[in-house]
């Protein structure tokens, strides 16, 4: 199988992860902050280092703001209820995954409003209908770092500087870029930012977190044994004890320290580079596919590893189907959970054919894919005459 | 290391399911739901096969009722959240866990009432007093199915029985039994039931589930992508969609499934047999230990695998780190997250040690501890001297 579905999930991760997930199962997994005993301590010093590598990575002060979630949908979650307090509006991009869109209009119940930042000719969030948007009870602007169903990268830090000018928190989704895509909180004046750990990270699935600068008061999501205060009946004010009652998911925790851990190793901007390659790569030879359309930027430099396309008059789950069973490449096809993007590049609701790459794909598989692509137009072709 | 902290979390897990875990990783692990193709169709098969084995384990009907969470903490307030409605009022027991506690204490600020069921001199809880806590907007009742203190075990099926003739939905939490104490969720007179991957069942800690009877509609606590209906910016109505936002923590079921089928293979009466009997052997000895206390039931038919006591006049972290120290046994000490509890058994704020067997602890193991705590009862001794 060629694997090419990574906006989805990565597949594979680095050797280290599958090792260090299943040697600390078998000797130290113990229950982190329930008990002193040297395997529940050992067991929560390396959900800590986790932590402090997300931190260098991200470049993030305090670790302790880094809190971990079941997946980057419950770290969008908790932020978006956690934070409105007597703030009722939001302001998100057009780009937003079901992850940002479903629980605001679930809270519309509740008197909740939202209003998405219209788009420029060339898809590009307007910068002036962002400023237009906001209210005076706006309580946090929205923005996922790049579409998971075109790839494109958006402004976060010129939107983050518009959130600062104005006093307002900015989230960033960094669902699609979290371990390929440079992210600096400070640079990129950021100040709560939600991620999975099992896409660009590395990590396995059942990981995911928020970081939220000192400061910023969230209401939790869970409630409960935190290991910490158990005389108190109300949840410690403390981070990250506050948000993350119950028992971690410890071994995936170690799993996305050993992939983040790869990353640092390997240094961020060598994987973006790389990853810049192979998409134009991928991009150039994709294109000149007959009936094929692509969607979103042309150049590498502007998007993430992703390439969404159509051919003309053929359904793309269809097309997804025929490289899988007939080729043995595994891609996504459909709305990507992602309704409000389609409608913005005009693919509602048939949805798009995404290929997306990870770290371990190479231009064999591109090559592969392209072959394949090939052959299917071909075969349309045919249909045709 | 002798580990006899197992009501944290069960170490170790069987062979099968490090090997299933680790295997899943690093061939087949797509993300369930997304993606039509065979890698993503087999990682969603597998976690149906959890589900079904689950259901089988529980006697529960419709395994597309069981949702999966990141611990029983999550199962615990989704189901306590997400079913009030205009129902304000829950009747608990005297031995619940934090994870029941601070969500509904945190609840009381938006008008939530609870009450706890009062205990008999026996500390077993009082169904009369039950009966006179239900009040007209009583909407939930929950009982912990076992003391993560004491482990004594509480009389579901009879408070089950009291929620059932009046209409009012019961849930058990099954943090301390399920995987070692037989659940049956219709004889059992059980609505909702939460319970823990990691403990019990020998899944590995990032799992967790509930399940409720069909019928009932809980709130969401998550709302996002669900790889289903993605044009819809509502939740899905159906089950388990609705409450599955967000990738699954997919290896840690694959885990989970292989623990719950280790438990049907082996038979839940019979693990239940031998942890009675291995707590027997405990709880005999360690009561003849000089200056030793111990609380709740002794008779172990009516316990889990928990033994907790305290020496006289020396705390109990004291003796717990001596234990992990001089003797290279793992315990916990304090108050296990459920401050209630030792309120009701009289050991607040103080707390307990807590021994707790697991499936694969021996008497050699307890024949050390015993041992070890023979040693710490002299040098009291001498210290009194």
Not at 78 to 96: P, Q, T
Not at 141 to 166: F, K, Q, Y
Not at 187 to 210: C, V, W
Not at 359 to 364: A, D, H, V, Y
Request: some cysteine.
């Amino acid at each position: 199988m060629i694997y090419l579905d990574n906006a989805s999930t990565s597949f594979p991760k680095p050797e280290i992860v599958f090792d260090r997930m299943d040697s600390f199962q078998r000797t130290i997994c113990a229950n982190p902050g329930r008990g002193a005993h040297r395997m529940a301590i050992e067991s929560a010093r390396e959900v800590m280092l986790t932590r402090e590598l997300l931190a260098k990575l991200f470049n993030i002060k305090d670790p302790s703001n880094i809190v971990f979630t079941l997946n980057c949908t419950e770290a969008l979650n908790l932020a978006i209820k956690g934070i409105l307090g007597n703030r009722r509006h939001i302001v998100i991009s057009s780009m937003e995954h079901n992850s940002v869109l479903r629980p605001l209009t679930h809270m519309r119940e509740f008197g909740v409003e939202f209003d998405t930042i219209a788009s420029l000719e060339n898809g590009e969030p307007d910068l002036h209908s962002l400023e237009a948007a906001i209210k005076p009870d706006t309580g946090l602007i929205v923005c996922t770092h790049a579409s998971n169903v075109t790839g494109d990268l958006l402004p976060v830090s010129e939107i983050g500087g518009i959130a600062r000018r104005m006093s307002i928190p900015f989230m960033v989704d960094a669902a699609q870029t979290a371990g390929t895509v440079p992210i600096d909180v400070e640079g990129n004046n950021i100040d709560i930012l939600a991620f999975p750990g099992h896409k660009g990270l590395l990590g396995p699935q059942g990981t995911g977190g928020l970081w939220f600068r000192e400061g910023l008061d969230l209401e939790p999501l869970r409630y409960g044994g935190t290991g910490s205060h158990s005389e108190d009946a109300y949840q410690p004010k403390f981070s990250p004890d506050r948000y993350e009652s119950g028992t971690l998911n410890t071994p995936g925790i170690v799993g996305l320290g050993a992939g983040v851990r790869y990353i640092l190793d390997k240094g961020i901007e060598n994987i973006r580079r790389s990853e810049i390659e192979l998409t134009e790569y991928l991009s150039e030879r994709i294109r000149n596919i007959d009936g094929i359309s692509c969607y979103g930027h042309m150049d590498a430099n502007r998007k993430t590893g992703i390439v969404s396309f159509n051919f003309e008059e053929v359904n793309c789950s269809e097309v997804a189907h025929v490289l899988d069973r007939g080729f043995e490449i595994a891609v996504r096809s459909g709305l990507h959970c992602a309704p409000m993007a389609h409608k913005a590049i005009g693919t509602f609701p048939v949805g798009t054919v995404r290929v997306s790459l990870g770290i371990f794909n190479t231009k064999e598989h591109i090559n592969a894919l392209i072959l394949a692509l090939s052959e299917i137009s071909k075969e349309i072709g045919k249909g045709k005459r």
